[in-house]
C-alpha cells in the first residue's frame, strides 16, 4: 500500500512553555519503561467524503483539528519536547510535534483494512513502523500523529508515543483530552491542573537503570518474533490462563496513579506503573505449568499493589528494588539470549490500555469504529477492549516455533477466535 502524503507539518504549543517549566524530571519508573515507541491507530467512520475534490467543510475540520491539538500542546507540554541523552529530563523547548496527512489509495477502502487487519498494512497508517524506529539522539520526538483519509470518507488516526515519557494511561488521557477539545472547543471542559507531576521525590531516577532497560528493549525487538490477533469472548483472566508457554513467569502492569496513598490524577503524563510477575507452578514435574494457578497467583499479586506496597518498594531511594531489577534483567538474558525455546524459564509479558475507554473518544465525528496497536513485541500479549466491552483483542508475539503451539492449544481455541473483523462485532 502506497500512501499519498498530502502534509507534513510540525505543530507547536499554542502558548510558550513558561521558563520555570522547560524541564521536566524523568522518574525511576520512566526509566525502567523500554526506549522505544509505542503506537495506537483509531479508525473513525469519518467527518466526509476526502477525495481530489476536497470540501470546505472538510478543509475546516482538519485545520480545527491541528489547532485544538496546538492548545492541548499547551497542556501536555513534555510531548512538544525533547528528552535528553541521559534519559534523565524532558528539554520542554516547544520543538511541537509531527502532524502528516496521508490519502490511501482509492483502491483500499477502510472495511477492507478492517475485514482482515493486517500488522504491516496497520504500521503504514502511523507516522513510523515503532519497531525500526531506534531511538538514538536529542532529534527523536516524543510524539507523533498522522491522520489517514480513506476514499470512502474513513479516518485513522496514528500515534506514536515516546514510551520513558507516556504509558498507556497517560498516552490515552491525552487523546481523550485532545478529542474534548476538538469537539467543544471550549477550554474549560479538560482539567488543566497537574497533567504534569514530578515524582522523583517518590521515584528517584538511578543512572545504572537506562542501560538495562535497553538490553531488554533490544531483546524485546527478537527479530523472529512472529505477531498474530486473537479475540476473546472471556474475560482476562481466561487470557492469563491460555496465553503462555510452559515453566513461564508473567508480567503484570498495574497502574499505581490510584492505588498511592497520595493518588495521582489521572491523566497525568508518566509511567506511573509497577509491574507484578508470578512464576508458574509445576509440581508435577511433568513441564507442565499450572495455569489456573498462575492466573489466580496474578490477580492477588495485583491487589497487594497499594501505597504501603509503593513506600516499602521504592523506599531508601528504591536502591532495594534497583539491585533486584538488575538481577532480574542478568537472569533473562543469561547467554546473551531468551530466544532459546528450550531455556526453562521465559518471562511473558502483559501489556495495553484496557479498561481506559478509549472507545469513547470522539472528535465530533461520532465513536471509534475500532481502537488498535500496531507493535511486534517478543513474548508479549499487547491487550486491548473490544468496542462491545465483552471480549479484549490481543495481539501476541512469539518466538516462530512457539506461536503454532499456541494456535493449537486446547484453551486458546475454546475461548480465542483467530481472525474476526473488528466490524463483526459492532
Not at 521465559?346 to 473518544?361: D, K, T, V, W
Amino acid at each position: 500500500m502506497q500512501l499519498d502524503i498530502i502534509s507534513k507539518n510540525i505543530i507547536k504549543p499554542s502558548s510558550p512553555t513558561p521558563l520555570h517549566l522547560k524541564t521536566h524530571k524523568l522518574s525511576l519508573l520512566d526509566q525502567l519503561a523500554p526506549n522505544n515507541y509505542t503506537s495506537l491507530l483509531l479508525f473513525y467512520d469519518g467527518p466526509s467524503r476526502f477525495d481530489d475534490k476536497t470540501s470546505a467543510s472538510t478543509i475546516n475540520d482538519y485545520h480545527h483539528l491541528k489547532s485544538s491539538l496546538s492548545k492541548t500542546l499547551t497542556l501536555y507540554y513534555p510531548f512538544a519536547g525533547k528528552v535528553l541523552k541521559d534519559n534523565y529530563v524532558v528539554d520542554c523547548d516547544d520543538s511541537g510535534v509531527p502532524f502528516v496527512e496521508a490519502r490511501v489509495p482509492s483502491s483500499i477502502s477502510m472495511s477492507e483494512v478492517l475485514k482482515n487487519p493486517e500488522m504491516n498494512t496497520l504500521q503504514q497508517l502511523l507516522p513510523f513502523n515503532p519497531n525500526k524506529k531506534y531511538l538514538s539522539s536529542t532529534d527523536d520526538v516524543n510524539m507523533a500523529i498522522q491522520i489517514n483519509h480513506f476514499a470512502c470518507g474513513g479516518v485513522a488516526i496514528g500515534f506514536n508515543f515516546r514510551h520513558i515519557v507516556a504509558d498507556a494511561t497517560a498516552s490515552i488521557g491525552f487523546i481523550k483530552n485532545w478529542a474534548k477539545l476538538n469537539s467543544s472547543d471550549d477550554n474549560s471542559i479538560i482539567n488543566y491542573k497537574h497533567v504534569v507531576v514530578d515524582c522523583t521525590d517518590t521515584f528517584p531516577r538511578n543512572k545504572e537503570i537506562p542501560s538495562y532497560a535497553r538490553r531488554i528493549n533490544e531483546w524485546q525487538r527478537a527479530p523472529e518474533c512472529v505477531t498474530k490477533r486473537f479475540v476473546f469472548d472471556g474475560c482476562k483472566l481466561l487470557i492469563e490462563r491460555n496465553i503462555d508457554s510452559t515453566s513461564t513467569i508473567e508480567s503484570i502492569p498495574v497502574n499505581l496513579r490510584n492505588r498511592m496513598n497520595q493518588p495521582l490524577p489521572e491523566d497525568c503524563i508518566g509511567n506511573l506503573f509497577h509491574s507484578v510477575t508470578c512464576a508458574a507452578n509445576n509440581e508435577a514435574g511433568d513441564g507442565h505449568c499450572d495455569k489456573s494457578t498462575l492466573a489466580r497467583n496474578v490477580h492477588e499479586s495485583k491487589k497487594m499493589v497499594g501505597g504501603d506496597f509503593v513506600r516499602k518498594v521504592y523506599q531508601d531511594g528504591g536502591v532495594v528494588f534497583v539491585n533486584q531489577y538488575k538481577e532480574a534483567v542478568e537472569e533473562l538474558l543469561k547467554d546473551g539470549t531468551n530466544n532459546d525455546t528450550t531455556n526453562s524459564v521465559r518471562l511473558f509479558g502483559f501489556s495495553g490500555p484496557m479498561g481506559l475507554q478509549f472507545y469513547e473518544i470522539d472528535f465530533g465525528w461520532g465513536k471509534p469504529v475500532w481502537v488498535t496497536s500496531a507493535m511486534r513485541m517478543h513474548n508479549t500479549a499487547m491487550l486491548l477492549d473490544t468496542r462491545d466491552g465483552k471480549g479484549v483483542e490481543a495481539w501476541v508475539g512469539l518466538p516462530i516455533n512457539d506461536m503454532p503451539k499456541l494456535e493449537q492449544d486446547p484453551g486458546i481455541l475454546t475461548y480465542a477466535s483467530f481472525t474476526p473483523s473488528p466490524r463483526s462485532r459492532i
